[in-house]
């Protein structure tokens, strides 16, 4: 006996009303039952342990943060608990995570490669009962729009990022019988693989063309445009040769980095001036700091992350800035030279991550005269937006296709599709 791949069609099966919002018709014959009859003991929050130890003899202590989106675990954050702390909350096949705080919602379905394992207290454990449900069914409904329709509205009417295991109880599911839901599974595993490659492939497509666009920046703005130009050590190990009319400075003598100043949200006033944080546009303003264009580099939160404005903007007190007031080069070169300088990697302060002035200051750069900095600029303007299209093209696609995926598992697990399959 073998059996065929599951195969889908539009549901031509009878439907009923769930009498549920988030799930919407269902089979007539599915059942509605909520996740705390689907369990064969009640949920269970995770052990409240600091995660101080590394013994790999242990059981290992997973963390949300410790688990990949594809279900693997990470192996540089290994920890683990001593075995007579651990033995309460040691994981079984069947089981699912939850997560109540932090990744809101995010589940993570036990692994038998895993090893022996036990979970964290922001974590909420589904004991599968296998006599009514397969763990799959569950771990796919929780990536289904029905499931995150739940969430959201769970979220919206608390204001409070944490579900706690008693709302994840009363969470219900379209059921239909075993052999259905291992139908489902098998296609939905199959289908999604198909897409994931995809997506996998476009990810990885686009980690090289962010390649490609860093090492275009750095060789043009440390080597220049014009390859037969006579050459130099810099003297500077990681800029190596540079253009023999080029000169060194640190970057104290190039730009002056301008403190942003405070405002908070609910200060702002409705205008058209972009306010920049460390991490990009937050919002917009009424008034302006800078001038136009600006650089904006971020100093605490997403410290060192480098953006530019063709406007004038309100930089708030975690940013520094640049404009024609604090450097007397090309602002556009700058923009690309810092890009190059791995500023998020300059802290030194390991209690608040941030980035210093006198780090930015202390740091060398090869300096081309005015005339070669606009030609670089412009060059690069030029060849890295062909870049940023494509990039933004690969971007486009990955959410069409996770749209996609998130689609196709909803109207699985809600019966909206008709999954089959032939035994021969």
Known sequence: MTRAKPNARMSAVEMKDS?????????????????????????MYGANEAADDDNPNNPRYIRITDINDNGTLRKDTFRSLPYEIAAPYLLEKGDILFARSGSVGKTFRYQDSWGQVCFAGYLIKFSTDLRVVIPEFVDYFASSKSYWDWLNGISIKTTIQNVSAEK??????????????????????????????????????????????????????????DASAEMKESGVEWLGEIPRHWDIRNFKYIARLQYGDSLKAEDRVNGDVPVFGSNGLVGYHDVSNSLAPAIVVGRKGSFGKVNYSNNPVFAIDTTYFVDERTTSEVLRWVYYFLQILELDKTSKDSAVPGLGREEVYSLCSALPPLAEQRAIAAYLDHETAKIDALIDKNDKLIALLREKRTALISAAVTGKISVSSVVK
Request: positive net charge; charged residues 30%; glycine residues 6%.
């Open 19 to 43: 009498g549920v919002e988030w799930l919407g018709e269902i089979p007539a014959h599915w059942d509605v039952k909520r996740l705390k009859f689907l369990t064969r003991k009640p949920l």
């Open 168 to 225: 994840y109880a009363n969470l219900k599911l379209g059921i239909p019988p075993l052999h259905e839901q291992r139908a489902i599974a098998s296609y939905l595993d199959t289908e999604t693989a198909k897409i994931d490659r995809l997506i996998g492939e476009t990810e990885r497509l686009t980690a090289l063309l962010r390649e490609k666009r860093v090492a275009l920046i750095s060789r043009a703005v440390t080597k220049g445009l």
